[in-house]
């Protein structure tokens, strides 16, 4: 069974940084999309980033460029969310979410992931 953990989440203040976590278990295959997404209160998901680890390709959305950066461990299977200079309004829950086998990021967000992580909690704060 697949499996996904976050981590790494909490209080921070504006223009601080923190460094999410998303652990992958449950199969064997190098090939596979990881992405993030957040949910603030009363808003709609929306996509933060996404990597592919056959090719290292990375997507992140508008409000993401040049303060976040994605990266991925695939020896351990563990896909990190670099977020700098962080607003209030980043302010969510963040899942990651991944498919599993040959795909692309394009791919994966446009028809779907197919499995998801429960979620941490990111609170910028003064």
């Known amino acids: 069974e697949v499996q996904l953990m976050e981590s790494g989440g909490g209080l921070v203040q504006p223009g601080g940084s923190l460094r999410l976590s998303c652990a992958a278990s449950?199969?064997?295959?190098?090939?596979?999309?990881v992405g993030w997404f957040r949910q603030a209160p009363e808003k709609e998901r929306e996509t933060v980033s996404c990597?592919?680890?056959?090719?290292?390709?990375?997507y992140y959305s508008d409000f993401a460029k040049g303060r976040f950066s994605i990266s991925n461990d695939n020896a351990k299977k563990i896909v990190y969310l670099q977020m700098n200079i962080l607003k209030p309004e980043d302010t969510a829950v963040y899942y990651c979410?991944?498919?599993?086998?040959?795909?692309?990021?394009?791919?994966?967000?446009?028809?779907?992931?197919?499995?998801w992580g429960k979620g941490t909690l990111v609170t910028v704060s003064s």
């Open positions: 990597i592919s680890s056959s090719d290292d390709f990375r």
């Open positions: 979410a991944a498919v599993i086998g040959p795909t692309t990021c394009n791919m994966a967000l446009y028809y779907g992931m197919k499995h």
């Open positions: 449950g199969f064997a295959s190098n090939d596979y999309v």
